[in-house]
């Protein structure tokens, strides 16, 4: 087990993605991957027919999301990121804004330092 | 999820008389608004249409699964419609329908129990031996004891 983590942030409000990414890198997390995510409502309801009914009652109408996956070095790295997502994105708290967990890494390679 | 707290023996139609996909909407609303004195079956019949506009609700193999929230509605109900001649329903395998699976549901913000109806059908629907079943059953009985049996 390193001391590594992974950093997982789904944010909802894709516009938002630049300040997040800006405000990370002010803060020395460099490395990071972002994928184009979609919820599992939001695909049922547009790739599964039976479902398209329930596509109006999907809130923010934003058909895709973006996932932030970032390995830092260690939990006080992990808690600076977290903390500066949060303060230029918002609470996570609230309807449809995303989700944002850690994960222990147990073994790595091909870390860039 | 078991789907026979939401279908009763009395919901399902065997037989059931409709020329075409319009004939069936109007005479289903007007069949389920039996069971239910405060429904009003214009209402109900946009409901239908609105959902059936979104996208067509005849998911392939003959089945259709029409379903819309009510607000007069106050749980979910499952009534279960063996049409005595297919009808076209604009499926997606273009291929007639004749077993069709109504849900009234009673909106919610999350609808997630209206989700797992839908979700739990879609999933039976794809039993090649269940469908079987269903499609050869001769009688209202016979078709709630294979609903209820494969449930």
Excluded: W
């Excluded at chain 2, 059936?52 to 009534?79: L, R, W």
């Excluded at chain 2, 549901?105 to 079943?133: C, R, T, V, W, Y």
Aim: charged fraction near 25%.
């Amino acid at each position: 087990m390193t001391e590594a983590k992974l950093l997982v942030c789904i944010i909802e409000k894709e516009e938002r993605l630049e300040d997040v990414l800006e405000a990370l890198m002010e803060e020395g997390i460099t490395g990071a991957s972002i994928l184009d995510a979609r919820g599992m409502f939001e695909y049922m309801a547009d790739e599964i027919p039976l479902f398209a009914g329930f596509r109006g009652l999907i809130q923010g109408n934003n058909p895709t999301n973006k996932m932030i996956l970032s390995m830092v070095p260690d939990a006080a790295t992990l808690q600076i990121a977290m903390n500066t997502i949060q303060s230029v994105y918002g609470d996570f708290s609230l309807p449809n804004t995303g989700i944002m967990f850690s994960l222990d890494i147990g073994e790595a390679r091909g870390v860039k330092t | 999820m078991k789907l026979d707290q939401f279908v009763l023996k009395a919901h399902i139609r065997f037989q059931f008389d409709a020329q075409d996909k319009t004939d069936f909407f109007k005479k289903m609303v007007k069949d389920i608004s039996v069971f239910h004195e405060d429904f009003e079956e214009e209402r109900l019949l946009e409901l239908f249409y609105l959902r059936e506009e979104t996208m067509s609700t005849g998911i392939g193999n003959g089945i259709a699964i029409p379903h819309v929230m009510y607000e007069k509605c106050e749980s979910q109900e499952i009534f279960v419609y063996r049409l005595a001649k297919p009808i076209d329903f604009a499926a997606l395998d273009k291929k007639p329908v004749e077993l069709i699976f109504v849900m009234v549901g009673a909106p919610s913000p999350s609808n997630i129990i209206n989700l797992q109806i839908l979700a739990k059908l879609a999933l039976m629907m794809k039993h090649p031996e269940f469908l079987d079943k269903l499609l050869s059953a001769e009688s209202e009985d016979a078709l709630f004891e294979v609903l209820i049996h494969y449930d």
